[in-house]
């Protein structure tokens, strides 16, 4: 069924018990919405030197979007900010890939399971939400500390 | 169905088999072999054969600019485009045809009305010592104009509040209209709530103070009958496409003396008398007001579809609408979880009815809807301090029309049960 292609297990999982979510410290804070649905996050990022030590958020949407912010929590806490951009890439590249792309598990690990909703093009701005305010809000906090340069 | 003893008793139902046949896209299977539910109509309604058929005999037999040129094509053109204004005029008891102006929609009539009271002189003329009066309740498109007109001329824009049955809340009237207010702008028909509005009490009250009023009729002209001299107003805009008509084509209904009174808004060829390279002076209105070439074949298509409604009658539609309202509320009442964000009951309520789905998002709930071949509408339908009132991010809406069944009803309900099964 087409459904189960979207809603894979994975992200019904991540959905259900969101990981790391909740507002921390952190060295700058975004909020994006999704204007078509209402869709919020506020979204902090915490660096120690050049590592993603924490990404911190509260957010309201859909499942979609729920679950990609726990995805992107998974992913790119621990990873220098150069590994953390290189996740934020091809999982975009996945988004955009209009159902054509799997996905290098390697690198996205349980964001693969993204991949059928790239089929849906009113969907994908629901998965994209969270890694675009974490793209901003990393954009915002190395400009604070250009001392940071990976 | 297992609800069809119920559904069975409802009074008031149209014909809707033959109704049914007449729109081809209802016959459409999805996802292999799922009948089409649509249950989107307040977003937009669905077209008649017989308004595809009038398009398509305009394009292929009649088809040039209108009130220019001499030739058989020009005249037919003209006399099929004024045809649909009169039909128009008729459709809403206008007193007189040249008070019904076409634009490509309810958006662009309510910019219209903004910017002819920005522009005009006393005693219309809203400036930074007047006073705009707006509800809380309004679509985007009744709710923007407005703040521009206030941002630019320093007017202050004051709205009704809502209560928690979603109704206006009417407490603070005599507040809110004052000596100050210039014009009152509101929905007859919430397209998010579903409340009918009480005009009269508003218009009343407008009246005594000299205020213009507006009336946003988008959920309206579809649904019931629709007076402008019953209602008092002094404006009332709506749109085509959600009264089977193509998109592109919508209406604003102003008194004459207002419309000869206020002045043009968009310039162009059409809305002038003569030009010189100093000046020029205007048409008369409607045609004022309507700069450029037209969307003609789209007045064309609101004409036959104006013929279509007519034909079955507006107090049947009404009535038709009542009974799936009424039927729809009572069996979505069963749903545990489901709370409708609006009246919980039939009773001065339009057929959009909006709900959540305990903590469900409408996305999920709309995208496994449409696994079911079920169409409605998710997000905050362009009226998002109606979400922030009610402390909810979105909505699921559900809105019928005249093709509605009560077997749809069913559908929905079976697909919302579906819903939380699949994310319980």
């Not at chain 2, 809380?136 to 824009?157: C, D």
């Not at chain 2, 729809?328 to 009815?353: F, H, Q, S």
Request: glycine content about 8%; aromatic content about 6%; overall charge negative.
């Amino acid at each position: 069924m087409k459904l189960d292609s979207m809603y894979q297990d994975i992200i019904l999982d991540h959905y259900r018990n969101p990981h790391g979510k909740g507002l921390r410290d952190g060295d700058a804070e975004v909020h994006h919405v999704n204007p078509t649905c209402g869709d919020e996050i506020t979204l902090r990022v915490r660096l120690d030197g050049s590592t993603v030590a924490d990404v911190s958020y509260e957010s309201q949407g859909c499942s979609i979007s729920q679950a990609s912010a726990s995805v992107l929590n998974d992913l790119v806490v621990g990873k220098t900010v150069g590994e953390a951009q290189a996740v934020q890439e091809a999982f975009l590249e996945l988004m955009q890939s209009k159902g054509q792309g799997e996905g290098d598990e390697e690198v996205l690990e349980d964001a693969v399971a993204f991949a059928g909703v790239s089929k849906y093009p009113a969907r994908v701005k629901c998965a994209l939400l969270s890694w675009m305010a974490w793209k901003d809000a990393t954009a915002k906090a190395l400009a604070q500390n250009p001392a940071v340069n990976d | 169905m297992t609800h069809a003893h119920e559904s069975a008793s409802l009074t008031g139902l149209l014909d809707t088999d033959a109704i049914r046949k007449d729109f081809p896209v209802l016959q459409r299977l999805l996802h292999d072999d799922k009948p089409l539910v649509y249950l989107d109509n307040a977003a937009t309604s669905q077209k008649p054969r017989q308004v595809l058929e009038a398009l398509t005999a305009y394009y292929e037999r009649h088809n040039a600019n209108v009130h220019r040129g001499v030739h058989v094509l020009a005249e037919e053109a003209t006399a099929l485009y004024e045809g649909a204004r009169d039909k128009v005029a008729d459709f809403v008891n206008a007193p007189s045809r040249n008070e019904v102006i076409f634009t490509k929609n309810a958006s662009e009539s309510l910019n219209l009305v903004a910017n002819m009271l920005g522009w005009a002189d006393e005693p219309y003329r809203v400036d930074a010592d007047s006073e705009i009066v707006i509800t809380e309740m309004e679509h985007h498109s009744n709710i923007v104009p407005w703040q521009l007109l206030s941002q630019r001329t320093g007017a202050k824009l004051k709205w009704f509040g809502l209560t928690d049955e979603g109704r206006l809340d009417l407490s603070n009237i005599d507040e809110l209209i004052t000596e100050k207010t210039k014009v009152v702008s509101f929905t007859l028909v919430s397209n998010l709530l579903g409340t009918i509005n009480p005009v009269e009490t508003i218009v009343r009250k407008a009246q005594s103070v000299g205020a213009l009023v507006v009336i946003d009729a988008s959920q309206a002209a579809p649904h019931m009958v629709l007076d402008v001299q019953a209602l008092e107003a002094d404006f009332v805009a709506f749109t085509g496409h959600k009264m089977l008509a193509p998109t592109g084509i919508g209406v604003l209904w102003g008194r004459q003396e207002l419309l000869e009174d206020l002045p043009p808004f968009l310039g162009g060829g059409e809305m002038i008398e003569t030009v010189t390279m100093g000046s020029s002076t205007y048409a008369p209105a409607p045609h004022k007001f309507e700069a450029g070439t037209p969307p003609i074949a789209q007045a064309v298509g609101l004409g036959a579809a104006i013929d279509y409604l007519s034909g079955i009658g507006m107090e049947k539609i009404a009535a038709h609408e009542h009974a799936i309202t009424a039927y729809a509320v009572e069996r979505l009442l069963e749903i545990p979880d489901l709370r409708i964000i609006g009246p919980r009951t039939a009773v001065d309520r339009g057929a959009a009815i909006s709900f959540t789905l305990g903590d469900i998002h409408p996305h999920d709930v709309g995208q496994v809807l449409d696994e079911q071949g079920i169409a409605v509408r998710v997000g905050h339908h362009c009226a998002r301090p109606v979400c922030l009132r009610y402390g909810i991010p979105a909505t699921t809406r559900a809105s019928f029309y005249l093709y509605s069944t009560p077997g749809e009803v069913d559908a929905l309900i079976d697909g919302l049960h579906h819903v939380r099964n699949f994310f319980g």
